[in-house]
Structures are given as structure tokens and as C-alpha cells.
């Protein structure tokens, strides 16, 4: 730990503009556990089905933290953060007292000097809904107010939904996540409905007094696989169904070309509901993504088969070190997507937050996480000096959980957690993002 100090203390990160927003991020379904209080959810009916996640296992125990949230709060407040981001569970919330877990959660942050700012949904749909059915955004507009009737008085930083690409991707398009359907691209209405879902989020918490949401997109650059013009036009084809599709609606009031007539209802009615004015953006990063031109076989990539008909193929980025996910290193990507989105939007963008950005290693001395999260907030300082007005970053995650089809074998914590016994110790990243946050606050103490 003496290592970890002395670099924070020989190469000091800069400091960031005061108010700015440091915190860790969770979600429901990888951490509650407690199947047995809630109603069932999309990804455990997936669960159940045998081969759906990689080492056979579930989530109806993960991390307990129904059982040990106190636990966890401490652990929170040791760690000097200024907020948690976590998720409240649709499924949980129907059940009867579901809301009263989420009470006692943000009465124990709040007591602990920790601001709670839920993700209203992040993929565990009640198993007895579906996103494309567009009545599924009408209940969840009515669940939305529901939370806010209930922990309005005292949260007033919102999400709406998380990652609405992956979840249309992963689960709707290529069948690897809950639900586990392979549509291709007879998906994109379950973008248009979660889209249409946020914006009926956004209306029903205004109704109720909130004046500060966002969303947790994710988002990265694209680089062509070489300057070969088919790679080049594989490539922006990657970019807007990744990036644009889910920006442009919120920032622009517009779909990409050709995307728009593509969509289900009354597009132009929808695109007015969905571009409600946000107070800010979140940016969930993790890499930048190499796209080439369709290949002509089904390859694997991430863990991910990704079929021969798609129109662009995925690449291996060379030249970089991987996380235990074989996802690329590479922080000046941040740098360049928060720069993109400036440019790109302008003053349709409103401030911006960085919801997500973490790493899979293993190990309680996990360096190369202390490595991988110091080039990322130097990157996004760079992406402050030059102008991208961003208020936040948030760690994934605080601490190990159920990685969705990786099951338990990926790591992503600060916290390291033993799943057989539940005991939680915290890793030499734990310590070396508390340090820097106790340098961050004390140079806002000093202004």
C-alpha cells in the first residue's frame, strides 16, 4: 500500500473542478440476491435455462446485499465517495414491500454522508414483459412514478435506464443476455420502446418535482479496420447503431438516416416524448471498438458469436494490454468519445457524467485495475481541459457481483467478495481510489 501512496503522491492526478461528482456504481439483479422477496425477472427465467450463463450459476444469492446493505453502506462511507449509483429493481417493486428496502437503503446513505442516485432500470424486466410491446414503456413510465412518490422526497439525482444498446444487442438481437432472442435486426423496436420508456420516465418524474435526470448510455469510439472504403463504411455503420441510434433521438429530437422508418408507432410523436430536455448525459466507457467489413463467418468475439450476416465484422484492437475480459486498455479513447460528443452535439449536449468505467482483473493486489482507473480519470481530465463540461465519474463497480452470462468469474470490484461465504475485503484499488478522492475533496476544501 506504501506503492499505491507514493504514486499518488509523486504523480499527483489534477485536480477537477470543484462540485465535481465522485462515485462507484451497482446494479439490482448482480448484487440483491433475495430472489425469494421479489417477483422474477427476465434474466432468471434465462438463468434457469442450462448453457445461458458461463459457469452454470444464477443471481438469487450474488452479493446479499438485501441481507447486508449496512454492510455495504460502510463500506461506501469508508471509501469517502460523494454518491452510489445503484438500481432499483422493477421486479422488487412490484412485490409487496418491495419499496421498503429501497427506503432503508437511501435513509442509510444519506445518514452516511452518500448521495443515492438510482438507475431506474438496468435489464431486469419483469418476466412477464417485453420490450417490444409498446405498452411495456407505459409501465414502466408508471413504475417510474411509483419510485419517485415513494424516495422523491429525499433523492433528487436520477437514471432513467442503463445501457439500452447492450440490452437490445445482447438480449433482443444477438440472444447472449436475457431474454435470449436472436432477431438481428428485428430488434430495433425494443430500442424504440426503451427510448420511448425514458422519455415517459423523464415526464413522470418532472410530474413529481425531480430536476436532475440523465440516462447511462453506453458509448466509444469506432476506429475502421483499416482506410479501405468498405472497412470505413463498416465502421459508421457500427457507429450509428451503437452510438447515434441511441444519442441522436435524445440530443438531436431525430433518428439517423434510414433509421427512423424503421421504427414502429407514430415515429415523429414518439421523437418528441423521447427528446425530453435532460439535465445531464451519462457516458458509460469501457473501449473503443475496431469494425471492419463483413468477413463472410460467424465469428466470436468478447465472448460473443456474432453472426455472418451482420454487416460489418468486429476486430481485435492491437497493441494494447487486456483486461481479464480481453477488453482493450486504452484511456485515450475516453478522451476522444467525451471530445466526439462535444463536437458532434454542441450545446444539444447537456453536461456530462461518466456513469460507468471500470475493468475485469482478478486478485486482492489488483495493480493493473489501479493502472487501468488512473489512465482513465487522467483521460477524462484531459477531456475537461478541453472543454467537454463533465460533472462525475462513477466506478464499475464497488464490488465483485454476478456478471450477467459471465456468471461469477469475472471481477470487477473494488471490493473483493467471497460468494461462499459473503465476507467482503477491500482490494489495493479500494485504497488507491480513496486516497485520490481524499486528495480531490481536500483541494475543494482548499479553494
Known amino acids: 500500500m506504501r506503492m499505491i501512496r507514493a504514486m499518488a503522491t509523486t504523480n499527483p492526478i489534477p485536480r477537477f473542478p470543484a462540485g465535481f461528482l465522485w462515485g462507484v456504481s451497482t446494479s439490482a439483479h448482480q448484487i440483491e440476491g433475495a430472489v425469494d422477496t421479489r417477483e422474477p425477472s427476465v434474466w432468471d427465467v434465462f438463468t434457469a435455462e442450462p448453457g445461458k450463463v458461463r459457469d452454470g450459476s444464477t443471481a438469487a444469492v450474488a452479493c446479499d446485499h438485501v441481507h447486508r446493505h449496512r454492510e455495504d453502506v460502510a463500506l461506501l462511507a469508508d471509501l469517502g465517495v460523494d454518491a452510489y449509483r445503484f438500481s432499483v429493481s422493477w421486479p422488487r417493486v412490484r412485490a409487496e414491500g418491495g419499496l421498503d428496502f429501497y427506503d432503508r437503503l437511501v435513509d442509510d446513505l ?7 442516485v438510482p438507475t431506474l432500470f438496468h435489464w431486469d424486466l419483469p418476466a412477464d414483459l417485453d420490450w417490444l410491446e409498446r405498452d411495456t414503456a407505459e409501465r414502466f413510465a408508471e413504475h417510474v412514478a411509483r419510485v419517485a412518490a415513494r424516495l422523491g422526497d429525499r433523492v433528487t439525482k436520477w437514471i432513467t435506464l442503463n445501457e439500452p444498446a447492450e440490452h437490445t444487442l445482447l438480449g433482443h438481437a444477438l440472444g447472449v443476455h436475457a431474454p435470449g432472442r436472436r432477431l438481428l435486426f428485428d430488434a430495433l423496436p425494443v430500442a424504440h420502446h426503451q427510448l420511448l420508456a425514458h422519455g415517459l420516465a423523464v415526464r413522470a418524474l418532472r410530474a413529481s418535482g425531480a430536476s ?236
Open 212 to 447: 436532475d435526470i440523465g440516462i447511462a448510455n453506453s458509448h466509444g469510439p469506432t476506429w475502421p479496420a483499416s482506410d479501405d472504403e468498405a472497412d470505413v463504411a463498416a465502421a459508421d455503420f457500427y457507429d450509428t447503431l451503437l452510438n447515434r441510434l441511441f444519442a441522436d433521438p435524445l440530443l438531436l429530437g431525430r433518428y439517423p438516416e434510414g433509421i427512423g422508418e424503421l421504427m414502429p408507432g407514430d415515429v415523429e410523436a414518439d421523437l418528441k416524448i423521447i427528446a425530453e430536455p435532460l439535465d445531464w448525459y451519462g457516458i458509460n466507457y469501457y473501449a473503443p471498438t475496431r469494425v471492419g467489413a463483413p468477413q463472410g463467418a460467424e465469428i466470436e468475439f468478447g465472448g460473443v458469436r456474432m453472426p455472418a450476416e451482420l454487416p460489418f465484422s468486429v476486430r481485435e484492437i492491437e497493441g494494447h494490454p487486456v483486461t481479464d475480459f480481453g477488453w482493450p486498455v486504452v484511456p485515450e479513447a475516453l478522451t476522444e468519445v467525451l471530445e466526439v460528443f462535444h463536437g458532434r452535439y454542441g450545446d444539444r449536449l447537456p453536461p456530462v457524467v461518466v456513469t460507468e468505467n471500470g475493468c475485469a482483473y482478478e486478485g486482492l493486489d489488483d495493480t493493473d485495475r489501479i493502472t487501468y482507473l488512473d489512465g482513465h480519470v487522467r483521460a477524462l481530465h484531459r477531456a475537461v481541459e478541453a472543454g467537454v463540461d463533465v460533472r462525475g465519474y462513477f466506478v464499475w463497480s464497488l464490488m465483485d457481483n454476478f456478471e450477467w452470462a459471465e456468471g461469477y468469474g469475472r471481477r470487477f470490484g473494488l471490493v473483493r467478495v467471497d460468494f461462499a461465504t459473503q465476507r467482503r475485503t477491500p482490494k489495493a484499488s479500494y485504497d488507491w481510489y480513496r486516497a485520490l478522492l481524499r486528495e480531490q475533496h481536500g483541494c475543494r476544501r482548499g479553494a
Open 110 to 116: 444519506l445518514a452516511a454522508g452518500v448521495r443515492p
